[in-house]
């Protein structure tokens, strides 16, 4: 069947707009509002793809890439991801369903320890606080960083992880600001919620150490929680792939099926 694309705009204070996009093949199917994590923005992928068969499937582009304006911070990533929720979830008069990718899996946590803002919750690669993966990178360089007021950036962070993202002028130090003082997810979900958490990290072949405790925090919180041990944080390959062919290893390791019977329980 055929996926139809369209356009709409979200505007969450003045002078911002949020690009938002919906993809489906029977738009009266159930919503849900997918986000993918930083550097991410609106568009198809092959996840968006796969969902779109059995969803009518809402992405945005977060403050400052794609045709959204604004500057981004942690804070206003959860707000923005919010208010796409709850305007689907006006439109429909119900609760959408909502998948998000690591940053987005974060603030996706973060709005459903205030509200069960959505039917049930998926979480892909999800950080329980911004310094998880990358702690050293996150408590020690950028707050110093923070602190002089002066932040560089490695070429390849920006150039893979951040490719879609437009920061212009101090937008990098203010979101580096807002990523140390992020708090951790500490409060019990208020919606079904399912955690895959991905054995690697989001830098180089990293290995994350602590993912049976890391399962046991989401456990603790409410969440039903599986690990793909092998899978990067895209879940694109097994090392260092940045985004590119993100998602399609879920497939490969039955993780898409998972998500679907998760979803429909």
């Not at 993809?23 to 969902?51: M, P, T, W």
């Not at 987005?104 to 690669?125: N, T």
């Not at 360089?141 to 390849?156: A, Q, W």
């Not at 039903?224 to 260092?240: L, R, T």
């Amino acid at each position: 069947m055929k996926t139809y694309q369209e356009r709409e705009t979200l505007i969450p204070e003045a002078g911002v707009s949020i690009e938002m996009e919906r993809f489906y093949q029977i738009r009266e199917n159930h919503v849900l509002v997918l986000a993918k994590g930083f550097g991410g923005c609106s568009g198809r992928n092959y996840l968006v793809d796969e969902l779109a068969k059995d969803y009518n499937v809402v992405t945005f582009s977060p403050r400052n890439s794609g045709n959204s304006n604004g500057h981004l911070t942690v804070d206003n990533f959860i707000s923005d991801f919010k208010q796409v929720i709850d305007r689907v979830a006006q439109e429909r008069a119900t609760a959408p369903y909502a998948i998000g990718h690591s940053l987005a899996a974060y603030s996706l946590a973060r709005i459903l320890e205030e509200k069960p803002a959505v039917r049930k919750g998926v979480l892909l690669a999800p950080l329980i606080n911004m310094s998880e993966q990358n702690p050293s990178f996150v408590n020690h360089y950028l707050e110093r960083c923070v602190k002089k007021g002066e932040l560089k950036v490695p070429s390849v962070l920006v150039s893979v992880i951040a490719k879609n993202q437009r920061f212009e002028g101090d937008d990098l130090l203010a979101f580096a600001q807002s990523t140390c003082n992020a708090s951790e997810v500490t409060v019990s979900l208020q919606s079904p919620t399912y955690a895959i958490l991905a054995g690697r990290g989001n830098v180089s072949r990293m290995r994350i150490r602590n993912l049976d405790k890391l399962k046991q925090k989401w456990e603790s919180l409410g969440a039903k929680v599986d690990i793909c041990e092998k899978s990067n944080h895209w879940f694109s390959g097994y090392g260092f792939s940045g985004s590119e062919g993100e998602f399609q290893i879920m497939e490969r390791e039955g993780l898409l099926s998972k998500v679907k019977d998760f979803l429909i329980e």
